[in-house]
């Protein structure tokens, strides 16, 4: 859906909230209460927030942002001789102007590298041909840029399995009510590369075009240029979703809003790189197993409330979303 622009003045300064996780994994009911209190605001808001205290090590994200770096530096038939479309699981390079996410736009200025868990031919996930499940590819000589990516993803699985936990708490649900939704999940870790925004962009023309994200959560980083803007359906108008050092932006995705009775929200946001530098920005995925199913929370429903949603498996769910026109080529 393209969004027409509104003529107030955009939002200048940050205003998603900024939520100190520090201790989630050992919290006391204490603290836990206090974490789920800031959670269940903002995701009935606009489904977008900050984290800090996260405990993701600095020096692996700076590793992993020097990796990708040299990665996109690479000759464009380096990079193309692991393009995604020679993967049967999306895994790969995707070059500039290959993805229009905002409808009746111009192709999004920026170029990707798609990456996931690593799982085995023989693995039944792989076998059964689940979305999102299978092998990387990777250009040749890269066995640091392997190591940090593999760690990276690791370690975002294992902190978006706890945000789910803390979600689970901000909507009165036992902690473990995701348990089986977070086993062995499809995740996908984006490496994103945008070029500055040209002086002369076309009508529309945008590093990433307005959308809402497909799955579960999405744990963000950014580096320090900037460009990410998140649309305020109250006010209607973009805010500017500023990087802030040691934070990730967490956003929820279609399926939640599915999962909750749009409760909870997913919201449409975008990127326009005006820095007048190179952009570079790590999106993590969590979609959760694709086999699970999503079906309305009973702590969602209003009395006499029912339902806006069929149950779906997120496997379904996730495929119904690619079939969208932009994505006619996937899956």
């Given at each position: 859906m393209m969004v027409t622009e509104n003529k107030k003045t955009e939002a200048l300064a940050t205003s998603l909230p900024i939520i100190d996780i520090t201790g989630y994994s050992t919290a006391t009911p204490e603290l836990e209460k206090e974490l789920c209190s800031k959670i269940r605001e903002a995701c009935s808001d606009k489904g977008f927030f900050y984290i800090v205290g996260h405990g993701i090590d600095q020096s692996l994200i700076s590793e992993l942002l020097a990796q990708m770096q040299l990665f996109f530096g690479l000759p464009k038939n380096q990079k193309r001789a692991i393009d995604k479309s020679l993967s049967p699981n999306d895994r790969g390079y995707e070059a500039i102007k290959n993805q229009t996410l905002e409808e009746g736009t111009p192709p999004d200025l920026k170029e990707g590298f798609y990456l996931g868990a690593e799982y085995a031919d023989d693995h039944p996930m792989v076998q059964a041909g689940r979305f999102g499940y299978g092998k990387n590819q990777w250009p040749s000589n890269s066995e640091c840029f392997q190591k940090a990516s593999n760690q990276y993803i690791n370690e975002m699985t294992e902190l978006a399995t706890s945000l789910m936990s803390l979600l689970a708490l901000s909507l009165n649900l036992p902690k473990n009510y995701f348990a089986a939704f977070n086993h062995e999940p499809a995740v996908t870790l984006r490496m994103l590369h945008y070029p500055p925004q040209p002086e002369n962009p076309l009508p529309n023309e945008k590093g990433c075009g307005?959308?809402?994200?497909?799955?579960?959560?999405?744990?963000?980083?950014?580096?320090?240029?900037?460009?990410?803007?998140?649309?305020?359906r109250k006010q209607e108008y973009w805010i500017d979703a500023k990087p802030i050092k040691g934070s990730f932006i967490v956003n929820l995705g279609d399926m939640i809003s599915r999962w909750t009775n749009d409760k909870y929200q997913s919201t449409l946001h975008r990127v326009i790189n005006k820095s007048g530098k190179e952009r570079y920005s790590m999106p993590f995925f969590f979609t959760g197993n694709p086999e699970h199913i999503v079906s309305c929370i009973p702590t969602c429903l209003d009395p006499n409330e029912s339902p806006k949603y069929p149950p779906i498996?997120?496997?379904?769910h996730m495929r119904n979303m690619y079939k969208k026109p932009m994505f006619d080529n996937k899956y």
């Open positions: 307005a959308h809402t994200d497909f799955g579960g959560l999405t744990l963000l980083l950014q580096d320090h240029n900037g460009g990410l803007q998140v649309w305020d498996s997120v496997e379904q």
